[in-house]
């Protein structure tokens, strides 16, 4: 895929010279960057919200290097052999990591400049965030915190040597006075503390780090000052479960979450005023490169902020701090007890989180569950909350009929919460499978098998979203139910193969990765090509997370090439490059940060009549190494909603939109001259209050005929951008 004619004039976003390919890290760090924005943005967020946005750049930034930094430190470690030493392309992944690491080190400024303008809005609100604990208020409130809160979870003074510091465990503090003692800081201590002055009532917050370097020496009567550090380590760990029985699995996963602890190390951060030779001595033992270690921007653990979104009260001095509760509603057949079913029957349903309650997922599931013409449950498990509601639905339904669910135990991050849940539902007389061989299971997929008068029927609900009831609250996620008996036979194919440790094929309307999926989407797109080609209306519109995989972007070119218009929506990375003159210049490429994480996958595609939903992102990973399901929109009244309101609000949005330009770079959208200020988000909740009241939901459904979708609104493009052969 050469284009050199046609790169950006920023080359060095690209994943190689003359590839027109933005390279998937520094993209990430793009989208870093906006949610950065939103912390800075005071229009439209309150002041609470900011800080929110800021402590999620923080712990972006921790996975980013936990996943995909370490990622790219064993490429070089297996390129960086004695007979490679002039292999060019371990020269090109070290200029790579070199970049991605000034990219860091650019955003950590600034993210100490956000921090600033937040911390002094706080303070006006009589909310302090304390660095440099110094003034007498502040100091005598930090030493009662450190003395009762921090100072008994230290563990005993330790002679310092620096190869101790090989042993840190992952993301673990440690306190170190050169030549005398260090400390490390239990995981129990908390990021964050708050303590409120009595005299005044005004509440003050304290990292971690900051009363770490304030209090410890003096405690201990050392001399001079101490040295914060945390050490960043390889948390991607592999289990392949391909050979082995399920009785063994969640022993096997177990034992492999304790080499995350160790894993490789991929960053120094510090805090205090160490020497040249301390850091020196701390990354040759860790053996990483000097620029691996990196002084934190404001604080080690900025991601404790989160404390001060929910520690601080919700408005202060007739100011709101934060949004308002979010108005959602539960679509009043799912309060109806067994009637849900029969309205199935008639229609399928499209439920819009957060605008719609995961509390009717909820209440369909426990509806099943003490229904007896309900003979069984089925159910994926991806990432589900702690105390779920659903678990105890699953469990009571496992006393009076079969339910069976499949648990992925390798859910990043959530091994430990997965294999827990794992446990209870087994114990409660649940059927639990794990999963198989090297795919992750990350289909959304629920099954509810009932006997009816005219014999069994079949219920589905398909997701693109987890079933976890908290981040239900904070992702938008799209799903549906249906009765429609080709799509339950689908799903009964899907669990049958699953549980039998087989990958499902033989779908009628579900299209599964890693066996069918890219190959569906590269025809879908080639479809929309050659429709354009023989002069027919063409278009393709598909809102992603990520879309990072070089064959799919090479046919949305050849797509724009021949006329396509194509319509994308990208949260995160997207190495897609749009509006260059001659390769993409009929591709418009938006991403929307607001209040909720968008978290959606749509693929429309308008000549052929096909809409799917998905759990799978534009990615490899996606594609071929998980167990993904996309899902067509069948229902004349989803359809119109989703082409027709739904993506049009999207592009429509004038206030959280951001466009990708011709240069690789991000820019806020421009609105025309007299329209109104539109955020989609917003819009949404609106939508959701009025019950879809006109719209095509709202429509019975006897009302449809055949479907012809009509335009969505044209984009615009990005102002002052373009990029010309």
């Not at 304290?206 to 945390?230: H, I, Q, W």
């Not at 009043?332 to 349903?349: C, M, N, P």
Request: proline fraction near 6%.
């Amino acid at each position: 895929m050469e284009h050199k004619r046609h790169l950006p004039t920023l080359p060095s976003l690209l994943v190689a010279p003359g590839k027109p390919l933005i390279q998937r890290d520094i993209s990430w760090l793009q989208f870093n960057e906006r949610v950065l924005d939103e912390a800075r943005e005071s229009s439209g967020n309150p002041l609470l919200e900011r800080v929110k946005f800021l402590a999620i750049t923080a712990s972006n930034l921790d996975e980013f290097f936990m996943i995909r930094l370490a990622s790219l430190n064993r490429k070089i470690r297996n390129a960086n052999r004695p007979n490679k030493a002039m292999d060019p392309e371990l020269a090109r992944l070290e200029v790579m990591r070199s970049g991605i690491l000034e990219s860091v080190a650019r955003f950590g400024a600034k993210q100490i400049e956000v921090f600033d303008l937040v911390q002094e809005e706080l303070g006006r609100m009589g909310i302090h965030i304390i660095r440099r604990i110094s003034d007498p208020v502040a100091l005598e409130l930090g030493r009662k915190v450190f003395e009762t809160s921090v100072l008994p979870l230290l563990t005993s003074a330790e002679t310092f040597e620096p190869v101790g510091i090989a042993s840190l465990p992952n993301l673990k503090i440690a306190v170190i006075f050169p030549g005398e003692l260090w400390f490390k800081v239990s995981r129990k201590v908390p990021a964050m503390f708050s303590s409120v002055d009595e005299s005044t009532g005004e509440r003050y917050f304290f990292f971690l780090d900051d009363l770490l370097e304030t209090f410890v020496g003096p405690s201990f009567g050392l001399k001079g000052y101490g040295t914060v550090v945390r050490v960043t380590r390889d948390g991607d760990i592999t289990v392949d479960l391909e050979e082995e029985d399920s009785e063994s699995v969640p022993d096997i996963v177990l034992a492999q979450l304790g080499t995350r602890e160790l894993g490789n190390p991929i960053r120094l951060q510090y805090r205090g005023r160490p020497t040249e030779e301390l850091l020196h001595t701390l990354s040759t033992t860790l053996k990483i490169s000097p620029e691996q270690v990196l002084p934190a921007p404001v604080s080690l653990v900025l991601q404790g902020l989160w404390t001060v979104v929910k520690e601080s009260p919700l408005e202060a001095k007739g100011t709101p701090l934060q949004h308002p509760p979010l108005p959602t509603s539960v679509p009043s057949s799912f309060g109806t007890g067994t009637a849900v079913f029969d309205k199935l029957q008639r229609q399928d349903y499209l439920l819009h989180h957060p605008y719609d309650s995961f509390d009717a997922y909820i209440e369909w599931v426990r509806t099943a569950a003490s229904d007896p013409q309900v003979i069984q449950i089925e159910q994926t498990i991806y990432r589900m909350d702690k105390a779920s509601p659903l678990l105890e639905a699953l469990k009571t339904a496992a006393l009076t009929k079969r339910v069976r669910v499949i648990v992925e135990l390798r859910a990043r991050f959530d091994e430990m919460n997965n294999l827990g849940l794992a446990d209870e539902l087994r114990r409660a007389g649940v059927e639990v499978a794990y999963g198989f061989g090297k795919l992750k299971l990350h289909a959304k997929v629920t099954l509810i098998t009932r006997r009816e008068d005219d014999g069994v029927r079949l219920y589905t609900h398909l997701s693109t979203g987890n079933y976890n009831a908290t981040t239900a609250r904070t992702y938008t996620d799209l799903a549906v139910l249906t009765s429609n008996p080709e799509v339950g036979r689908d799903a009964r194919t899907f669990f049958d193969a699953a549980f039998d440790g087989k990958i499902p094929t033989g779908f009628a309307h579900l299209v599964s990765a890693p066996t069918r999926m890219h190959r569906k989407l590269l025809s879908l797109i080639a479809g929309e090509t050659e429709a354009a080609k023989a002069g027919k209306q063409a278009r393709i519109v598909a809102k992603v997370n990520a879309l990072v995989d070089e064959a799919v972007v090479e046919a949305l070119y050849n797509a724009s090439q021949a006329g396509v218009e194509v319509k994308l929506i990208v949260r995160g990375a997207c190495s897609l490059i749009p509006g260059i003159v001659g390769l993409s210049e009929n591709i418009q490429v938006i991403s929307v940060v607001d209040r909720f994480l968008e978290h959606s996958r749509i693929y429309f595609f308008e000549s052929a009549g096909k809409m799917y939903l998905s759990s799978a992102d534009w990615m490899p990973r996606n594609f071929f190494s998980r167990l993904e399901l996309a899902f067509p929109i069948l229902d004349k009244r989803l359809y119109k909603y989703i082409s027709q309101v739904l993506l049009p609000t999207y592009f429509a949005d004038s206030s959280k939109a951001r466009e990708l330009t011709p240069q690789g770079t991000w820019k806020r959208r421009a609105r025309g001259r007299g329209t109104e200020k539109s955020r989609s988000q917003f819009v949404f909740m609106g939508l959701a209050e009025r019950a879809y009241s006109d719209t095509p939901l709202s429509e019975p459904p006897e009302a449809f005929i055949p479907n012809v979708p009509r335009p969505l609104m044209p984009g615009r493009p990005v102002e002052g951008d373009s990029a010309h052969v």
